[in-house]
């Protein structure tokens, strides 16, 4: 379009064309011409501009998914570490659970293991403070009676939800 102009006003500066309907043709084609250069520059501008936004929000986005991979890095190796220490305690623990369980009397360990498969987990609680542990339900005065009563070496049951109930000084009794 920029060339046309220039042929036109060379055209026109070269005085080749006399005929004034020509002239007054050429003019305003040169005239037009400028015009319409004027609009694209502008849409050139705006294109440029929302180019220059475009690249800055990637940048930006680049740099927020830049920030989460590094977040989602540290969660994961959180998530191992802690992983890690939970496999070494629950290798303690069963350790500890299986030589505790072999100086149990074989009946009462199974009866334990009835127990703790029907109680969600849980077979036998600790009686303190006249309280089950296990249901959290005080012993009523007949069920301390009994408690009392009974030898040192009974297994004895909570009423309300079946578990070995094991006493110690604390128990209140
Ligand atoms: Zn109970």
């Known amino acids: 379009m920029r060339q046309r102009a220039a042929r036109d006003q060379k055209r026109l500066d070269s ?4 005929n004034p309907k020509d002239l007054e043709n050429l003019q305003s084609e040169i005239a037009s011409l400028a015009r319409r250069q004027g609009d694209l520059e502008d849409v050139v501008l705006e294109v440029m501009e929302r180019h220059e936004a475009a690249t800055e929000r990637a940048a930006e986005l680049a740099q927020r998914v830049e920030a989460v991979e590094a977040k989602t890095e540290d969660a994961v190796a959180r998530r191992d570490a802690a992983l890690q220490e939970i496999d070494a305690e629950a ?9 505790a369980a072999g100086s149990v009397p074989a009946d009462l360990l199974k009866l334990y293991e ?10 036998a609680a600790r009686l303190f403070q006249r309280r089950c542990e296990g249901c959290q339900l005080e012993l009523n005065i007949t069920e301390l009676n009994e408690v009392r009563q009974a030898p040192q070496d009974a297994v004895l049951r909570c009423e309300n939800c079946r578990r070995v109930l094991v006493r110690t000084p604390e128990s209140g009794l």
């Not at 005085?15 to 006399?18: E, F, I, K, P, R």
């Not at 290798?91 to 030589?99: D, I, L």
């Not at 009835?114 to 077979?123: A, D, T």
């Open 15 to 18: 005085g080749q064309v006399t």
């Open 91 to 99: 290798g303690t623990v069963r350790g500890e659970r299986e030589s």
């Open 114 to 123: 009835k127990i703790r498969e029907q109680q969600g987990g849980v077979g």
